[in-house]
C-alpha cells in the first residue's frame, strides 16, 4: 500500500505539470506583444524611409521647377534683347544670361545629385517594403502559432486538472494543506526526497533521526533550514 507521501508526490507531479503550463500560458500574452512590438519597430523604420524619399522626391521637383523658371529668364531675355538698339546695351544683356546661365548649370549639378539621392533612398524603401512584407507573414504565422499552443495549454490544463483531482481523493487533509501551504509559497516543489543525508529542496545536511521519521513516509516531517516535507 502506498504511503502518503508517494501518494503526494505522485499529486507534486501533476503540479509541476500545471505550474509549468500555467506559466507559459501566462507568458504568450507577453510573446505576443513582443512580437507585435518587432513588427511595428519595422514599420516605423520603413514609415521614416518613405518620409526621406517623400522629401527628396519635392526636393528634386523644386529644383526642376527653380531651373524652368531660369530658363524662362533667358527666354525673356533674348525677346528683349531683339528690341534693344545699342551694342552696349546687348553685351549687359548677354553677361545677364550668363549669369542665369551659370545658375542653371550649378542647379542642374544639384539636380544630378538629388536624383542620385532618390534614387537610393527608393531601394532603401523597396528594401524595407520587401523586409515588412515578410516580418508581416511571419508575425502572423508567430502569432497563429502561439494561439494554437494557447489552446492546446488549455485543454492539457483541463485534464491535468481533472486527473489531480482524482489522485489527491487519497491524500490524507493534513498533509494536503501543508503541501498547498508550502507549493502557494514556493511555486516549486514543497515534497522533496531525502537523498545522502540531504534535503532534496535546499540541500543542507539534515540530523539522523530527520531522516529516520522522512523515510518513513507517513509521518509530516518538514526541513528545518527551508520548511519543504521529506520524504
Known sequence: ???QAEILAAVQEIDM???RLEKELTDIPTRKKAVEEANLHKQETLKAAKTTLTSKQSATKQIELDVEAE???IRKFREQQLQLKSNKEFKAMEEEIRQVEKKISQLEEKQILSFEETDK???TVASAKQLIDK???EMRAELATLEVRRAEIDGNLQKLIAERAEKVVGVDPRWLNRYEAIIKNKKDRALVRVDHKICGGCHM?????VIHDARRGDLLISCSFCGRLLY
Open 1 to 3: 500500500m502506498s504511503t
Open 17 to 19: 505539470q500545471i505550474i
Open 71 to 73: 530658363q524662362q529668364k
Open 121 to 123: 533612398v527608393s531601394v
Open 135 to 137: 516580418a508581416d507573414q
Open 205 to 209: 545536511a539534515l540530523p539522523p533521526h
